[in-house]
């Protein structure tokens, strides 16, 4: 299991992505600040997120690279509106520049830690 710490800024907050096996994910969070919550870490990824800790997002690391970069794509949607509402940034089909910049960000990290 690896995991990584991304920095979002300018909104303040990180998310830690942990790429391993479903039943890896689960001993983690047993074991971390996340033990409370309840989550379904679903075939190919999930992603965590509370107002206590910034977010999580699992990766399975048995899909093959293309079924992954599509999971991390589905992932960061979620997070994305996780991270904006939380930090009330507002965003529409007509007001949504900052969404693509994030996503661009997020996908260049992943690609340079060979998160996908």
């Not at 690279?65 to 949607?77: D, L, M, N, Y």
């Not at 979620?78 to 965003?91: A, K, R, S």
Request: net charge negative.
């Amino acid at each position: 299991m690896k995991k990584h710490t991304l920095s979002l800024q300018p909104y303040d907050t990180s998310v830690l992505i942990v790429v391993g096996t479903p039943e890896e994910a689960r001993k983690w969070v047993k074991t971390s600040n996340y033990s409370d919550i309840q989550f379904t870490f679903e075939v190919d990824g999930a992603l965590i997120s509370c107002e206590t800790y910034f977010p999580v997002m699992f990766l399975n690391t048995k899909p093959n690279k293309a079924q992954r970069v599509q999971t991390f794509a589905h992932e960061c949607v979620h997070l994305i509106n996780t991270v904006f509402d939380n930090t009330g940034v507002q965003y529409s089909s007509g007001n949504d520049e900052h969404y693509a910049f994030m996503m661009s960000y997020l996908f260049e990290q992943a690609q340079t830690k060979k998160i996908i």
